[in-house]
């Protein structure tokens, strides 16, 4: 069987580090898979570009300012959504014509147009796509922050767009494009990461009697798993003596991930637990970390954006605790490393991160946006629970629940569905 994979970035972002992970996994299970994308960056003969260069670029700025124009020219929801005019038309590339199946994973930002999407359902050829956010289920939005429109009356009035009604109501229109979409082509087999992500996709009018299906992220447990905190210390150049929180987000000053709640988090805890605090850090691993140094009442060490895997990897076991804030997340890749390197991890209820952390027994799952609770579940993990048993259980429940061959399973299943539809249909 051959899958081909798509996907805007190689690596950048969370979708990119998880179809890369299930190509490896497929890879390493019996399917040969490839993944094609727009931006390519390394020199993999698995992936394969396509739309880059010049016209990706157009692609994209063009979608920009379109969106630009509807914002009242704001950059304040800029890329918040997406509404798919322009992209590339993938069918014409060998490695679409040679592909069984098409695994389509997060294509915005000028990779797809809806008009390249409809081609490729067009085309006869099987199509798995892997929700990372809701987009799929949405006219324009990744994250829906409570609003429910696109389960009961459709899209239109984005709220993320405060220009409604002046350029034309353009989540109605983009709404309404994808509706002609799916009801022509009406045989897509959805997969999202987690089951908070099933649930609210299931409650789309757009994917109205689609069947959607729960498939975990996978994770290579050879390179993700336990070592030295001491020696990935001194790698990083970070101190032996203090405790360490980790916090690690591709832009930490992203307003979604939450760090105002860790920063208020690090007060209560010097306000009520002096001698806790007193010996922590914080570290900050994603881009604009020196931006919100300032912001802590405890020393913080920022690596910026590391792209070495292995200094990846010690950044998670030089950490006695990963937090993770997010205002909305689906299964965060970021959670599932730190517990394969049996780092016990601390975040809100809110998305698929129960679904990860169970609570008080590999981590401590906090009220959602309580900076009280989250600063409770600090203290708890590092001061009050038996914290080489939160260890052991953080990295059985990755092997337990996100192995390579788990998950490439699941994805076969899937796979051969959609193959089998088709020769039904024909």
């Known amino acids: 069987m051959r899958v081909l994979i798509v996907n805007t970035s190689e690596n950048t972002g969370g979708a990119a580090v998880a179809a890369n992970r ?50 009242g020219f704001s950059r304040k929801h800029l890329f918040d959504i997406d509404i798919a005019n322009a992209g590339t038309d993938i069918t014409k590339t060998r490695e679409f014509k040679e592909a069984d199946v098409i695994h389509l994973n997060w294509v915005n930002q000028g990779m797809l147009s809806l008009g390249g999407i409809s081609k490729i359902l067009a ?34 009035q984005c709220p993320l767009l405060p220009r409604n009604g002046v350029m034309g109501d353009l989540a109605k229109s983009v709404w309404k494009r994808k509706m002609r979409m799916v009801k022509r082509f009406n045989r897509v087999f959805f997969v999202t990461c987690s089951r908070w992500l099933a649930g609210e996709a299931g409650r789309s009018r757009l994917l109205e009697g689609r069947k959607v299906v729960s498939i975990p992220n996978p994770i290579d447990v050879r390179t993700f798993r336990p070592g030295g905190r001491d020696e990935a210390r001194r790698l990083l150049g970070l101190p032996e003596g203090r405790r360490l929180v980790l916090f690690v987000a591709q ?46 009442n405890v020393p913080v060490y920022p690596l910026g954006y590391l792209s070495d895997v292995r200094k990846i990897v010690a950044a998670y076991r030089a950490a006695d605790l990963f937090v993770m804030p997010s205002l909305s997340e689906n299964l965060p890749n ?23 952390i169970d609570h008080r027994k590999n981590g401590y799952v906090a009220a959602y946006k309580d900076a009280a609770d989250l600063a409770e579940g600090m203290r708890w993990t590092l001061a009050e629970a038996d914290y080489a048993a939160l260890s052991r259980e953080a990295v059985r429940k990755v092997a337990n629940s996100y192995s390579q061959q788990g998950v490439a399973l699941k994805y076969i299943e899937v796979y051969n569905q959609a193959l089998a539809y088709k020769h039904y249909r024909l």
């Open 22 to 71: 299930i190509m490896e996994a497929l890879n390493n299970n019996g399917v040969k898979a490839k993944m094609l994308v727009r931006d390519k960056v390394t020199d993999d003969l698995t992936v394969v570009e396509a739309g880059g260069g010049l016209l990706g670029k157009w692609n994209f700025l063009w979608e920009r300012w379109c969106i630009f124009c509807h914002t």
């Open 334 to 356: 970021t959670i599932m490393e730190a517990m394969a390197c049996g780092v016990p991890c601390v975040g809100f209820n809110v998305g698929g991160i129960p679904e990860m």
């Open 251 to 296: 832009r930490v000053s992203n307003v979604n991930k939450g760090m105002a709640y860790l920063v208020e988090a690090c007060r209560r805890l010097a306000d009520t637990q002096p001698g806790l605090a007193g010996n922590l850090g914080v570290v900050t691993l994603g881009g604009c970390g020196d931006e919100l140094a300032g912001s802590f």
């Open 123 to 156: 085309s006869g050829k099987p199509v798995v796509w892997t929700m990372h956010d809701m987009w799929p289920a949405t006219a324009l939005c990744h994250l829906t922050f409570g609003c429910r429109k696109y389960a009961t009356t459709g899209c239109s």
